[in-house]
């Protein structure tokens, strides 16, 4: 019989739609990350890295990029005999089917694949952080504590820990109680949505549970698990971890990758980050061109100036522009002498000439003030900037605007354009 | 397609100096993140060509190494794939491969079961895009026997190591010339022939009887009366690397945008190895201008009209110019490199200033690092 001891669920389905139009079309476990990389490329390296070869990925939300990524699993040697890794989108059932509605729903909806790997321990991630992490020493550390639960928590400024889950636990690591973002936090212990389930513990947990409705981990299953009087544990990760869930921590995570030795350091050749190799030639930097504080991706082509910005791969930047603070993903083009402060730029964006981002005071976003705020200007992926418009801070684009889309042309601070009718 | 590919990539020869005391030259490094025989490979997978077999002898490693699967060029199929033949003794052999002739004899079996009607037959060491099915088609068209690949050369300082060709003006080739030592023909072989299969192992099997071992000298130019053989004119690019100046200008002519443009963005793609390196980083300091940078390069210094390999570290201070960077060099803070081809995996220390004079100097240096 296959016998696998750890296999991994990965919940890569959620949209997240505090990315605003960034994840109009992709799945936040696909939106680029680092000028090379795409969210999910962390856990699942993290996955290979640790020994895991067996992956379970459950999509839903825009699978397509997400698909495309993952294949059979070559890039992050996932192509397994037995195991390797698995898509798992929701299926239609004889009666009552349904989309996953809650993480630990989606989960539920897959008893079967797990079945099949008959494991121990069951590893469950999210598709949405940036981190290495060793899951085997996280293991070892649930096997010493004869665990049932064994949660990853690691400690965040105590003024931050309301927007947390809270760990409260006793001398021996042990989880007392639980805080689901708690206005005042007794302990500065956050968990990471990372968690070792005991096979027959979660498995027993998602079949009580199975009409819970939208069943989630952090509200459902670890509540029930803890009235059960189930031996939970946090294990203490003090490493780098980054919650890339706004677009102000999206942006930070990625700036902070060009500092002289990053935090979070790509460059060690241990705990490698792999990923789909999408462009091969080098990059291509002109006599004109400069480039400071910055990392830039295979196969783009610099004729402007850079500086503290992450570039994606088969991105071109024509002359006499200059590019500040910004985040642009693969394959975008930009024309020349325009000037770009403080965006993020998705993938095959096509900005004119003399074009200006980023120009004027802040102000709230008339559309979504909660998503689109930190000053930066965002644009949706295979959106289209025509030339010579001005657009300011707090705004976002998507889709192919023309001049006729900029009143005076100019988009003002706090503005919003989407078009092609997708609703973000 | 109908055809089976061979590349020839057993060779050495002086004219690569130091570089060649480490790999094959179908091993060099091309163009910040291929190697020379990703070239030959890609153009045969893009071909639709399915079965090929990469013939080996001097240096072998470092070509292994890179051919080590055969996913990246999309051979790996059930039909087909990517086989690599090096000498070995057997029954009838002890000899290591005497000649391009004598290589495809000792491996006359793969010819033998193969059932493709027609061969490519390439070298190693070219840099170019061909799709093989158009010389296939002028090939039948001609009713020839054999097919010879051609370029007219312009710049005629090189003719020399070549072989060259003259023909009639339908193509047929009259006049072969090994590598003369004067000459007025501008036209050369690239080493990229079609032949018929069935063609091909007859002719191997006399020549060895005949212990007669060259392809050039002893098939082509032995019978280039009694066969047809054709000349089938490259107009593209196409640049072959094997000596240090070659290998030098090779690589820097991907620092026009029209040669990247036709090998980088224009379809079919050169393929290669893939490693995982990280997006190139730019520190403070930091100051490249008309280069090609490759991934996992970290750089502090002034680099220009260079060519950075994979993985190199370029210290702060350093200035680069009109150099190429092998994979993995690190150059130490305040150095000095000019005119310099830096062999793979070279460590220089601090304050170290290398210039080349004339054709460019090749360093190799190995010291201990200490961070």
């Keep these: ?424 | 397609m109908k055809a089976i590919g061979i590349i020839l990539a057993g060779g050495n020869n002086k004219m690569m100096k130091e570089l060649s005391n480490k790999r094959a030259i179908a091993a060099m490094p091309v163009a910040g993140s291929y190697r020379s025989i990703d070239f030959s490979l890609s153009n045969m997978s893009n071909s639709r060509i399915q079965k090929v077999a990469v013939i080996t002898q001097y240096n072998a490693r470092s070509l292994n190494e890179h051919l080590s699967s055969s996913k990246w060029w999309d051979f790996g199929r059930k039909q087909g794939g990517l086989f690599v033949f090096t000498p070995t003794i057997t029954a009838d052999s002890s000899y290591w491969y005497r000649g391009t002739a004598d290589s495809l004899y000792q491996n006359l079996h793969f010819l033998k079961s193969s059932h493709e009607p027609y061969v490519v037959i390439a070298s190693g060491d070219g840099v170019y895009k061909l799709d093989y099915n158009k010389v296939l088609e002028y090939h039948i068209e001609k009713k020839a026997d054999i097919t010879v690949v051609v370029k007219k050369m312009e710049d005629k300082s090189e003719i020399n190591r070549f072989g060259v060709v003259s023909m009639t003006e339908e193509g047929r080739i009259t006049e072969i010339d090994e590598k003369p030592l004067e000459t007025n023909l501008s036209t050369v072989s690239t080493g990229i022939y079609i032949i018929r299969r069935r063609l091909l192992i007859e002719l191997i099997e006399k020549a060895a009887e005949e212990d007669r071992h060259d392809f050039v000298r002893d098939i082509l130019m032995r019978y280039k009366n009694i066969k047809k053989i054709y000349a089938y004119k490259l107009e593209s690019y196409w640049s072959n690397i094997s000596t240090v100046e070659s290998y030098y200008k090779t690589n820097m002519d991907f620092l026009n945008r029209e040669v990247r443009d036709y090998f980088f963005n224009q379809y079919p793609e050169i393929y290669t190895k893939v490693d995982d390196s990280p997006p190139a980083k730019y520190n403070c300091g930091s100051d490249v201008k008309n280069s090609l940078v490759s991934s996992g390069c970290i750089v502090n210094g002034t680099v220009e009209n260079s060519i950075l390999f994979k993985k190199i570290y370029v210290g702060n201070n350093c200035v680069i110019k009109n150099s190429i960077i092998l994979n993995d060099a690190y150059i130490g803070d305040n150095s000095y490199i000019e005119n310099c081809i830096v062999e793979s995996g070279s460590t220089i220390k601090a304050n170290t200033r290398y210039v080349g004079e004339g054709s460019p100097m090749i360093v190799t240096e190995n010291n201990p690092l200490y961070y």
Aim: hydrophobic share 40%.
């Design chain 1, 1 to 424: 019989m296959i016998k696998k001891e750890m296999i991994a669920m990965l919940l890569a389905g959620g949209q997240g739609s505090r990315l605003g139009v960034l994840t109009s079309k992709v799945a936040k476990p696909a939106v680029a990350f680092g000028g090379k990389y795409r969210i999910i490329d962390f856990p699942l390296s993290n996955c290979i890295n640790s020994g895991i070869d067996t992956v379970g990925v459950l999509t839903q939300y825009q699978p397509l990029r997400l698909n495309t990524h993952i294949g059979i699993g070559i890039p992050w040697d996932l192509d397994r005999n037995v195991g390797g890794v698995t898509v798992l989108p929701p299926y239609e059932k004889s009666t009552n089917s349904e989309w996953y509605t809650g993480t630990a729903n989606a989960i539920y909806q897959n008893l079967e694949y797990m079945e099949q790997y008959n494991p121990d321990y069951v590893l469950i991630l999210s598709g949405d952080h940036i981190y290495k992490m060793d899951y085997k020493i996280m293991l070892d550390y649930h096997k010493a504590n004869n665990a049932d639960i064994t949660i990853a928590a690691m400690p965040v400024p105590i003024e931050e820990a309301s927007r947390f889950g809270i760990v409260i636990t006793d001398g021996d690591n042990r989880i007392t109680e639980f805080e689901e973002k708690p206005a005042n936090p007794r302990s500065n212990l956050a968990s990471m949505g990372i968690y070792i389930f005991s096979w027959k513990v979660l498995r027993d947990a998602l079949i009580k549970l199975k009409d819970q409705q939208e069943c989630d981990f952090g509200k459902h299953v670890i509540p029930y698990c803890f009235e059960q009087n189930k031996r939970l544990f946090a294990y203490e990760y003090n490493g780098y971890w980054k919650d890339v869930g706004t677009l102000s921590s999206y942006w930070e995570a990625n700036m902070e990758l060009i500092d002289i030795i990053p935090v979070f350091n790509l460059y060690e050749e241990f705990w490698k980050i792999y990923t789909k190799t999408d462009a091969i030639p080098p990059q291509y930097v002109s006599a004109d061109a400069y480039i400071e504080k910055s990392i830039i991706g295979d196969g783009s082509e610099i004729y402007g100036k850079v500086y503290n910005s992450v570039i994606g791969s088969g991105v071109v930047i024509e002359e006499g522009t200059v590019v500040r603070d910004s985040i642009i993903m693969q394959d975008t083009k930009v024309g020349k002498n325009t000037i770009i402060n403080k965006a993020i730029i998705a993938e095959e964006v096509t900005i004119g000439d003399n074009v200006e981002l980023g120009v004027g005071d802040e102000a709230d976003n008339v559309f979504k003030p909660a998503i689109y705020n930190s000053g930066l200007v965002t644009i949706g992926e295979c959106s289209v900037v025509p030339d010579g418009v001005k657009i300011g801070k707090n705004t976002a684009i998507s889709g192919e605007t023309t001049a006729d889309d900029y009143e005076n042309g100019m988009l003002v601070s706090g503005g919003v354009i989407i078009k092609a009718g997708d609703n973000v």
